[in-house]
């Protein structure tokens, strides 16, 4: 148990349940010897049974999500590095099951929150079950585990009011943040448009840590595990977002399962990034640090695997009688521990005196986040800005929302300048010293969603508004376009009870016009007869059929008003086909 103290005019110190104040909250035990951080610590399992409320609730982290099972393949074998049973024999597939996830909001929240995805794998191997636990961000807020509670609990409601949830938008949050260094180059990727990902199928995984492969001979090699979505990347805008979320606050959770259940189940490829202790020696930061990342500009991931996925999960009933062990029931009485054919942890030496401080290698905190906010295009970067202006103006506190302005001072001064204005601050503060001077990295073009982008619109889905009297020939053209990329396509109508084109065929609608908003759909088209805005506002793709010109007009889009972005679909086949390419810039 942990428990706090006042101590006359000092600020309170933090005690154990036996009454002794703790010395260092956020430090693991580590030797001099550049060796992993250890876990001999009695601070850390006692801060950790903070949580433990959290984990029987509905408000434990990760609590909203949506599971799918499929199966994973290898292109080759990587049995000279690993022994590992996913990763043994070309051709092989293994059994998954796959958790996609927000963390900070309950089980009721909606999907389009601005937070970090979960991205956890569960592998039925022939020796047992494996978890590859990760994310859609490749690094994360803190260096040390005893933090992660008190991070859990900042971002979570405020106690004392139960409010707000699903998202950071609030003083505990940013309070914590600005007294966390190490957290910023996290925080420069949930204010980017990764935390508001279009769709799970659109956006990638992350092994997050440096992990080991060892191979038969007990020889070590670091990997680092990246999920590479095979229908490129994508994100909404944050307006997007909010509309998503109150037009449809399951938006990411049914595009899962409707893209599963009508055949086009999303695929993913784990590329690895392998090297070996003289490259961990020669890399500007420890590659042990989880707020840092190895740039694939400078160590190339290759893909090896592929994940697919094949049907949506539904709960399963438990069917087993104990969970504990040693048990003694069933014929055998087992399952038993298995020394030789179990686990065996990699030998290493270890030197140095047992201490608990901070690596000095784990110091710098501000290289990389500058590194992220480089290699964003300009509009990304505006996003950042936005995003940042938005949190930070929902708290209440100046001197929180200062010294999250300070920080930021250490990344970008223009960055830090334009939240400062946009908070109506007279101007930056003085930056926070920071614990090691920060260096300037070359920019990475893999950090940008726009630069990473598809190069079709397969997996996208179009929109059609459609009324009675819809040219039939320009919908038959458009939706045969539509599917032979791999997409899928929508009508919309005044009504759900459907409509009946030029042909006199009825049309099944999909959408009434009210509850199938733009911002559903990756883009859009008008089929109209001769008897909205918002697609504009995001700059989405408008394709234009026979006597759209009349809702334009309406709405105020004159020629004058309108760019390479509307599209005039025509009625044949090639027209369509040319709209449908041209969709494939998404914006």
Known sequence: MIEVRRSGELAPSVDRAAGWPTPHFFSSFTSTGDTPMAKSSTEKPAKQTTTTPLTVTAETHHARGFGVKGYFENYDSLSGITMADPFQRAGDRTDVFVRFSTVAGNKGSMDLARDVRGFAVKFYTREGNWDLVGNNMPVFFIQVTMKFPDLVHSVKQEPDREFPQAQSAHDNFWDFISLTPEAMHMITWTMSDQAIPR???FMEGFGVHTFRFVNADSKSTYVKFHWKPMLGMQSVVWNEAVKINGADPDFHRRDMRNAVTSGDAPAWELSVQLFDDDFADSFDFDVLDATKLIPEDILPVKPRHRLHQRSAAARSKFLWRANYEPKSWGADGGPREDPDEGFRSYVESVSGDKRR??????????????QFFSSQTPVEQAHIVDALVFELSKVQTPRIRERVVAQLVNIDTGLAADVATGLGMPGAPERIEPAREPIDLDPSPALSILLSGPDSFEGRRLGVLVTNGADAKTLRSMRAAVTNVGAQMAHIAP????????????????????GGP??????????????GADAHVHCKFVGLGPNAEVLLLAAGLDDSRRDAGYVDVGSTQKSSAAFVDALAALR
């Open 518 to 531: 733009s911002v559903l759909f990756d883009a859009v088209a008008l089929v109209l007869s001769a008897d």
């Open 495 to 514: 009504t759900i009870s459907g409509v009946v084109d030029s042909d006199g065929n009825e049309l099944a609608v999909d959408e009434e016009i009210d």
């Open 199 to 201: 769709s799970f199928r």
């Open 357 to 370: 401080v901070r690596p000095e290698s784990f110091a710098d905190h501000f290289s990389q986040a500058r």
